[in-house]
């Protein structure tokens, strides 16, 4: 993810503006991105969310669930995948064994096809519902 000194963003940009971030993306990544970014909406509705214009990132929850700031999520595009990390993600009971990566605190899911989106819907819905009640 880019740094907000350097990359302008858009704070809560509608599906069209998403769009034209990743328009450089193939058709199914895209259409992925947008599909996780719903699920991400349809489990936060009030979440505050903005996008990086220069690589796609989408922060969700800066300063309003805490975490110094940072929030409490953000999803990118790849070629192959889109990733929805969670920046607390090691305090985030992962029934379904979903989150990956070996940081310090950060965990991710790779989504990689509209069909594992499908099938991962429930768990990754657990996932930001208990990310967005983490506390500092």
């Not at 064994?97 to 819907?121: A, C, I």
Request: aromatic content about 6%; glycine content about 10%; some cysteine.
């Amino acid at each position: 993810m880019g740094s907000s000194k350097t990359h302008s963003h858009i704070e809560r940009p509608a599906e069209e503006q998403l769009r034209a971030v990743v328009e450089n993306k193939h058709p199914v990544i895209r259409e992925l991105y947008l599909a996780t970014h719903q699920l991400v909406l349809e489990t936060l509705p009030d979440v505050v969310f903005s996008v990086d214009c220069h690589d796609g990132a989408i922060g969700y929850g800066a300063r309003q669930y805490g975490y110094n700031g940072w929030g409490m999520a953000a999803l990118a595009p790849y070629t192959n995948w889109v990733s929805l990390a969670f920046l607390r993600g090691t305090a985030l009971d992962d029934p379904a064994g979903l989150l990956e990566g070996t940081g310090g605190s950060v965990r991710h899911v790779k989504v990689r096809s509209p069909e594992q989106l499908e099938d991962l819907r429930g768990p990754l819905r657990g996932l930001v519902e208990a990310a967005s009640q983490l506390n500092p």
